[in-house]
Each structure stands twice: as C-alpha cells, then as structure tokens.
C-alpha cells in the first residue's frame, strides 16, 4: 500500500471525537442545564410563586420557545433543567442556607442593628421574625436573619432567650448589636448594657389608634356592628353582595377589621365608607335602630376613614431599606401637622 493510504488513514483518525472529549462535552452540557434550573429557581423564590410553576409553566414556556422560535427540537436540552416541585424545594432551601451563612459570617465581624418583630398566626402559632441592618460597601443593607416559632409567649424574656440562643449556635457576639428596636425586650440591656433600645414607630402608633374619645369608639363601634351583621350570616353576605350589583358598586363586600395589624383597621372603613349608601338600604329591613346610628355618625365615621388613610399612608413611608433617621423625621413631622389640622377640624 502508498502512504497516501495510511495519511488517509490518520486524518480520518483524528478527526474522530476523542473519549475524553466526548464526556467532556457531556459534562458541559449537563452543567449548563444544573446551572440553569439554579437561576430558574432562584427566579422562582423571589417571585414568591409555587414551586410547582417550574414543571407546569416554565418548562413547557422553554420548551414552545425553543420550537418554534428557534425552531429545533427541545427535549433534549428540557431533559437537563430538572424544576420538579420537590427540586425546587432543594434548591431554594439549599440557597437560602448558604446565603444564611454567609450573613452569619459578616455578622460575626461587623456591628448591625436589629429588629424584632413577634405575632401570633392564625394557628395561634407565634412567630419570631428578627431584620438585620448593617452597612456594607457604604451601603445600607437589610436583611432575614431569623424566622422561628416561639414555644411559649411572646413575652420579651421569651423573645431575648430564643434570639440569645441563635446568637451562640452561629458564634454571632452579643457585643456586635448597636441597637435594637422592639415593641419591648429589656432581658436585652442586661448582656447589652450599651445598646440602643427603641420602640417601634408604628406599634407605637397602633396603641394610640386603641384609644379613641368615647364619641369616635362609638362611631367604630356601630360600623363593626354592621359589617359583623352582614358578613357573620352567609344568607345576608350574599343578599348584600347582589344588592351592592344591582348599586353599581366598585366593590360587593365588606372587609372584616381586627386589632392584629393597622392596615386592617383603615382599609375595613375606607371600604365601608365606599359602600355606605348600600348598608343603609340593606339595613333598612334588618336593623333600623343600627340603620339609624349609622346616619347620626356618618360624619364621624367619614372623619375616621380619613384619620386611618393618613396612618395608613404614614405607616408605609415608614417601612423600607431606603430610610433613615432624617426622612424618618420628616415623615412623622409631617404627619404631626396633619393630625393638629383633623384635631382642629373635629373641634
């Protein structure tokens, strides 16, 4: 045989895939897939969407992307994103861990501020959720640090031994906290004498929302009334919801008002208030007297649908990252002004 041959022979030889390329290549592709399902479900966790979205929405969207836009079949790249709902779970939690310890670590070395905030959930489960604030980078950063269930009350003592507790498993030193603002855990001066403890502006604020003069207790107390008498019997719920379409009405319910959290109490007599005319003409038939107290302190309960609006509204410019103790005082500033011009106008 010639040598061009046995050239023939090599070129074709080479131009062969090697072994190692072959799995090489393989590997790539599957690390590009895990990678992949990684960010999708780091998408997912902060949307705040179910798991379950990955395998029911987001696959089948990649999948009719890559068909018809690309056109070139799909399987073969959907097959190495795994997002089943239990996947999901493992990734996010695996993140969310690894992202934990990370911020236990900077803590461990950087003073911060904390944040406490307990309530009880509809279980009558009571919850510990405890922010961390710090500056990294010359930014201000706010973070989780901790969600966990309170075994007994919700008692400052209880509160501070829960947080002690976490401090110690993860080495985190008491020392490092600058201040901490709570609706009251004093256990804490004793192993921070030098902290900084504040209350919480707008727990503050819920307490005087409590104590109201006699004559506006009264006008809350006949709207709570009224929308207890509707929304406590299913026949009537559902006559006042027909009756609130044949109105036109924006809306056909009312909305319950608890003393959990102040949103409630603002938006439960703002959408009252909006549906006023219906619950007089509902209540004609039901409960005249109610009908009648309700006529008598309209002006009242308008007067307090305002009130709450502008708590309402104060209590959102209160919350978020980008705020500080000037914009803060702004802001309650502001709101005191406010508060004189309805006291003036109530007199």
């Given at each position: 045989?010639?040598?061009?041959?046995?050239?023939?022979?090599?070129?074709?030889?080479?131009?062969?895939?090697?072994?190692?390329?072959?799995?090489?290549?393989?590997?790539?592709?599957?690390?590009?897939?895990?990678?992949?399902?990684?960010?999708?479900?780091?998408?997912?966790?902060?949307?705040?969407?179910?798991?379950?979205?990955?395998?029911?929405?987001?696959?089948?969207?990649?999948?009719?992307?890559?068909?018809?836009?690309?056109?070139?079949?799909?399987?073969?790249?959907?097959?190495?994103?795994?997002?089943?709902?239990?996947?999901?779970?493992?990734?996010?939690?695996?993140?969310?861990?690894?992202?934990?310890?990370?911020?236990?670590?900077?803590?461990?070395?950087?003073?911060?501020?904390?944040?406490?905030?307990?309530?009880?959930?509809?279980?009558?489960?009571?919850?510990?959720?405890?922010?961390v604030r710090f500056v990294k980078e010359e930014k201000i950063c706010q973070e989780l640090?901790?969600?966990?269930?309170?075994?007994?009350?919700?008692?400052?003592?209880?509160?501070?031994?829960?947080?002690?507790?976490?401090?110690?498993?993860?080495?985190?030193?008491?020392?490092?906290?600058?201040?901490?603002?709570?609706?009251?855990?004093?256990?804490?001066?004793?192993?921070?004498?030098?902290?900084?403890?504040?209350?919480?502006?707008?727990?503050?604020?819920?307490?005087?929302?409590?104590?109201?003069?006699?004559?506006?207790?009264?006008?809350?107390?006949?709207?709570?009334?009224?929308?207890?008498?509707?929304?406590?019997?299913s026949l009537n719920d559902r006559l006042f919801r027909l009756l609130c379409t044949e109105?036109?009405?924006?809306?056909?319910?009312?909305?319950?008002?608890?003393?959990?959290?102040?949103?409630?109490?603002?938006?439960?007599?703002?959408?009252?208030?909006?549906?006023?005319?219906?619950?007089?003409?509902?209540?004609?038939?039901?409960?005249?007297?109610?009908?009648?107290?309700?006529?008598?302190?309209?002006?009242?309960?308008?007067?307090?649908?305002?009130?709450?609006?502008?708590?309402?509204?104060?209590?959102?410019?209160?919350?978020?990252?980008?705020?500080?103790?000037?914009?803060?005082?702004?802001?309650?500033?502001?709101?005191?002004?406010?508060?004189?011009?309805?006291?003036?106008?109530?007199?």
């Amino acid at each position: 045989m010639d040598l061009f041959h046995f050239q023939t022979i090599e070129k074709k030889f080479l131009k062969e895939p090697a072994l190692v390329n072959m799995f090489s290549t393989t590997l790539k592709q599957d690390d590009d897939g895990l990678r992949a399902s990684y960010n999708i479900s780091l998408l997912i966790a902060n949307s705040g969407k179910p798991h379950t979205i990955g395998e029911e929405l987001i696959l089948p969207a990649i999948n009719e992307v890559i068909n018809t836009v690309l056109d070139k079949p799909a399987f073969d790249n959907i097959k190495k994103i795994p997002l089943s709902n239990n996947t999901e779970q493992r990734r996010i939690d695996e993140m969310a861990q690894s992202v934990k310890e990370l911020l236990c670590e900077f803590l461990e070395a950087t003073k911060f501020s904390i944040q406490l905030d307990e309530s009880t959930l509809p279980g009558n489960e009571a919850l510990l959720l405890v922010y961390v604030r710090f500056v990294k980078e010359e930014k201000i950063c706010q973070e989780l640090l901790l969600a966990k269930n309170l075994m007994t009350d919700t008692q400052g003592e209880s509160i501070y031994h829960t947080l002690e507790e976490f401090f110690k498993e993860k080495e985190i030193p008491m020392c490092n906290i600058l201040s901490v603002a709570t609706d009251g855990a004093p256990a804490m001066k004793k192993t921070v004498p030098n902290v900084l403890a504040v209350h919480c502006v707008i727990h503050l604020q819920h307490l005087v929302n409590t104590n109201l003069s006699e004559r506006l207790h009264k006008s809350l107390h006949y709207v709570i009334s009224a929308i207890n008498k509707i929304k406590n019997n299913s026949l009537n719920d559902r006559l006042f919801r027909l009756l609130c379409t044949e109105n036109d009405e924006d809306s056909n319910q009312l909305l319950f008002q608890t003393e959990v959290r102040w949103l409630s109490k603002g938006a439960c007599l703002d959408r009252f208030y909006k549906l006023f005319d219906s619950v007089l003409e509902f209540l004609k038939t039901k409960d005249d007297i109610l009908r009648s107290n309700l006529i008598n302190y309209r002006s009242d309960i308008a007067y307090l649908t305002d009130l709450f609006k502008k708590f309402n509204e104060t209590n959102l410019q209160l919350q978020g990252d980008d705020l500080n103790l000037m914009k803060t005082k702004n802001i309650i500033s502001a709101f005191l002004l406010k508060l004189l011009m309805y006291k003036r106008n109530l007199g």
